[in-house]
């Protein structure tokens, strides 16, 4: 005999009351002993206390466009939190083979692991709360070795979960972002390992814990085919990807040139951000992309001061927003040139000292304008920026991002 609503007027209504109430909490109760069961009351990756009170789930920012800002554990203590920024993300935790956390190196205590439990960190973290701004964690290997170890064993898939329990427990974030890069060869049989890990990860966070985002950096030019991320199959499980537009030319480039130009790739160097925009705008959807911005360059000794200049093997080095803007202000001592690159839409300086010749390229408010341009024009999800603290207290880029974004 099957029964229907019909039916229920026979009983007493207070009774059925109360048979509805038992049930939606044995319900209630099964869920949160599936879901938790297996989670530890404590977590032994902090022991500080005062996490404690900043666990529950921080509020989304309310913007359009996200302004996501990586912070690394070396500029901790130079950046200032800025209100444009809606999601602070922590770089990093290293990922081991098995897939547990590195805490210890050959040199010592593994330094993104010990900052991530000092005050510092928490003091941002507190400040993030206060300005709804979001907090991240990148998860981050770019050992190959490691890499295949991680990808190739379930076992290390089953500690990495646990490994995240643990994290989400000790520490109130909103999201994981997964920075793996690899630069071993490239079998379809790994792609297909990479694309499983992320699927599992997306699983457990979706029934373990409630709004728990997931993004993942890659490649400018990781759209193409060439790399270990299968963009199209990666993209159904991420909610955002971080497209790391930089460092087309690099400490190690025989010639000077643009970190992060947006045209002239066919002309002028191997590839440029429009390029492989259009590559990723083909497999995915423009709400899931983050235009990475750097707030760096490079400056390289070079053999003149052409724009182009041929430059001296092992002289590369790393130019952040605020030492381009301490050598402008020696303008007159170092015989600083400015420039512009009119294809790359990207500025550069050259200079002297003690008899060398330097020529720098970074990124300044002008070119930042135009990127963010571009990112309103495809109406892509927003910007990633490398790296938090380059800038120094200079409002010049974040002023620029206020104003566009």
């Known amino acids: 005999m099957q029964y229907n609503a019909a039916m229920w007027p026979v009983f007493p209504r207070k009774l059925k009351v109360v048979l509805i109430m038992i049930s939606l909490g044995l319900a209630s109760l099964g869920i949160v002993i599936w ?16 996490f404690e009170f900043l666990h529950e789930m921080l509020p989304s920012h309310p913007t359009d466009k996200v302004v996501y800002g990586y912070v690394p554990y070396w500029n901790l203590d130079k950046m200032t939190l800025q209100p444009e920024l809606t999601h602070l993300a922590y ?39 206060a300005n709804s701004t979001s907090t991240e964690i990148v998860l981050a290997q770019f050992n190959n070795d490691d890499i295949v170890a991680l990808l190739s064993s379930p076992a290390a898939h089953q500690r990495l979960l646990q490994s995240l329990d643990a994290l989400l427990l000790a520490y109130p974030v909103n999201g994981i972002n997964i920075d793996i890069e690899y630069s071993g060869e490239i079998t379809p049989a790994l792609r297909q390992r990479m694309t499983e890990l992320v699927t599992t990860i997306r699983q457990h966070l979706t029934t373990r814990y409630s709004g728990v985002k997931l993004s993942m950096a890659m490649y400018a030019s990781a759209a193409d085919s060439s790399h270990l991320w299968d963009v199209p199959a990666l993209q159904t499980q991420l909610d955002y990807i971080v497209i790391m537009a930089y460092d087309f030319h690099r400490r190690s480039s025989p010639l000077a040139g643009p970190v992060a130009p947006l045209f002239g790739g066919k002309e002028l160097w191997d590839s440029d951000i429009s390029q492989h925009l259009q590559e990723f705008l083909a497999v995915v959807p423009p709400e899931k992309l983050l235009l990475g911005v750097p707030f760096y360059g490079y400056e390289w000794q070079a053999t003149d001061r052409d724009p182009q200049a041929h430059t001296f093997p092992g002289t590369g080095a790393t130019a952040s927003f605020k030492r381009v803007q301490e050598l402008l202000a020696k303008k007159d001592e170092l015989q600083v040139a400015e420039g512009w690159n009119e294809t790359a839409l990207s500025p550069y300086i050259s200079y002297e000292e003690d008899g060398e010749i330097y020529v720098v390229y970074y990124e300044n408010s002008r070119s930042l304008s135009y990127k963010l341009d571009y990112v309103n024009q495809l109406d892509l999800a927003g910007i990633a920026i490398w790296a938090l603290g380059y800038e120094g207290n200079n409002r010049e880029l974040w002023d620029v991002i206020e104003r566009k974004l």
Not at 111 to 121: I, R, V, Y
């Open 35 to 50: 879901v938790y069961g297996s989670i530890p009351l404590t977590s032994p990756l902090t022991e500080n206390p005062r």
């Open 91 to 129: 770089f990093g935790l290293t990922l081991g083979a098995d897939g547990s956390f590195l805490t210890q190196t050959e040199e010592g205590g593994e330094p993104g692991f010990a900052k991530l439990k000092s005050e510092t960190w928490l003091d941002l973290t507190q400040q993030a709360k």
